[in-house]
């Protein structure tokens, strides 16, 4: 292989490395906030956060399979997955989501979740 044709397999091979890191929403694009629409009237975001008992992880790799099936789902903003606590906390945008998406999607992931605590 020349030299020329490894650079550009290195290349495609970082970049696409770096987009299967990328969490889903990033990818997808997300809608203009309100306030670069309409200057002068900040957007004001309503979010969430809600706390999901998944007591089925059983290793170290349990959380990111939960936390990348939470990010997959519309609506959520963030999601953190803790295999010492067995939780999530996810932060997402009522108006798009609500917990029970949130715990079907832990669930089709192999990992049931109930909720825990909500604000």
């Not at 809608?31 to 629409?37: E, F, I, Y």
């Amino acid at each position: 292989m020349t030299q020329t044709l490894k650079q550009l397999f290195l290349s495609i091979c970082i970049v696409g490395a770096g987009l299967w890191l990328l969490p889903a929403h990033a990818l997808a694009g997300a809608p203009a906030p309100a306030s670069a629409t309409n200057p002068g009237h900040p957007a004001k975001a309503v979010q969430r956060t809600v706390v999901l008992d998944v007591p089925g992880m059983t290793c170290q790799f349990c959380p990111i399979t939960i936390r990348k099936a939470l990010e997959k789902v519309d609506g959520v903003i963030d999601a953190q997955a803790s295999f010492d606590t067995k939780t999530a906390t996810v932060v997402f945008d009522p108006s798009r989501t609500d917990p029970e998406d949130l715990m079907r999607a832990t669930a089709n992931a192999g990992y049931p979740s109930t909720v825990k605590e909500s604000e």
